[in-house]
């Protein structure tokens, strides 16, 4: 891998990260651009006690484009992009209307492929490599960052989901505090321990791989499972088998076999509701440990992948007791969805 660092005209930074270590990236960005200018803000709910991110300048952002305005495509036929270069493998830069920024965290937009028609499930092996490379090196970066407590890398897929730029592309999100969704598990890890007196992540992966009829796929090195109280109509977790902390201490054994095991789970989400339906729309998180917190070592790292298709057609939408009282209610049995996830394997 060659990694090559650069600006923006408005002085972002903006890194290519390439297969071909003699690849030379010296295009220059030509766009009259002003200064970014944010306004995000961090409030603490006194109730729940929970961060909300106030940030009134993305009403501005780019909304829906056609995809001959896409600001993801290279620049190419006097056209001018985020990526000054004509061809990328993997491009990761500052997002010009981030959630989070300066003292409040960082937001970056990782772009997987040129190809604006593409989808993550079409990369080959050596390309989601490249991602995976791209993800670790951004996590080891944004660590370095004093304003940066918790790195999450993540991809929105699809309109249904509310994401308003069709070309291929993730997010990484440095925020500056602990994530409610993790210290939650960090509390309940931390009372498994001293009930139990062993790690409730390897407990939890231990529960599903004895009672089988939830895992989805198993490797040497990865297992990916329906969790037993699945919050969404089809969702699966993915742990590498050797617990680490986060992104940057996976080995290299796990790192080889994750791009078959990811492309292999993503092409079956696509698969869940039959031939002819439109690519099924998705969320896909990693969970990594937050720095600077008590027994991080014991936090595993691991991917969440979900849909809020429950069916043909119809959606899992967060109604009275999803949004209200953060109670989910499933309509489609983990087990049963396990097994969807099995029979639609690719060929």
Known sequence: MKKTVTTLADGRELIYYDLADDTVRDAVDQRPLDAVSTSSEIR??????????????????????????????????GRHSEIPDDHYDVAVFENRFPSLAGDS????????????DASFADLTEERAALVL??????????????????????????????????????????????TPRTELMLRNAARHHRETGSNLFDDVVAREEKDATRV????????????????????VHLYPRRRVPDLRELDEEARTEFPQVYLELLRRFDRIFGPGEPPTPYISAWHQAPFGVDDRDDFALHLELF?????????????????????????????????????VATQ
């Open 44 to 77: 603490r709910d006194p109730l729940l006690g929970d961060a909300v991110a106030i940030a009134s300048h993305r009403q501005a952002r780019t909304y829906h484009p056609p995809a001959d305005a896409c600001p993801l495509c290279p620049t190419r036929d």
């Open 105 to 116: 965290g960082r937001c970056e937009v990782v772009c997987f492929t040129s190809d604006h």
């Open 133 to 178: 490379a791209a993800w670790t090196d951004r996590t080891a970066a944004l660590a370095a960052l004093d304003q940066v407590t918790q790195v999450f890398c993540f991809e929105n897929r699809g309109a249904e989901i509310g994401v308003t730029l069709g070309h291929p592309h993730g997010q990484i999100y440095g925020y500056p505090f602990v």
């Open 216 to 235: 989805v796929l198993a490797t040497d090195h990865w297992i990916a499972f329906v969790p037993y109280a699945a919050h969404w109509p089809y969702e």
């Open 307 to 343: 849909t809020i298709r429950r069916t043909s057609g119809k959606l899992k939408f967060l109604a009275g007791s999803e949004s209200g009282m953060n109670v989910f209610i499933n309509d489609v049995p983990p087990e049963a969805a396990a097994e969807r996830l099995r029979e």
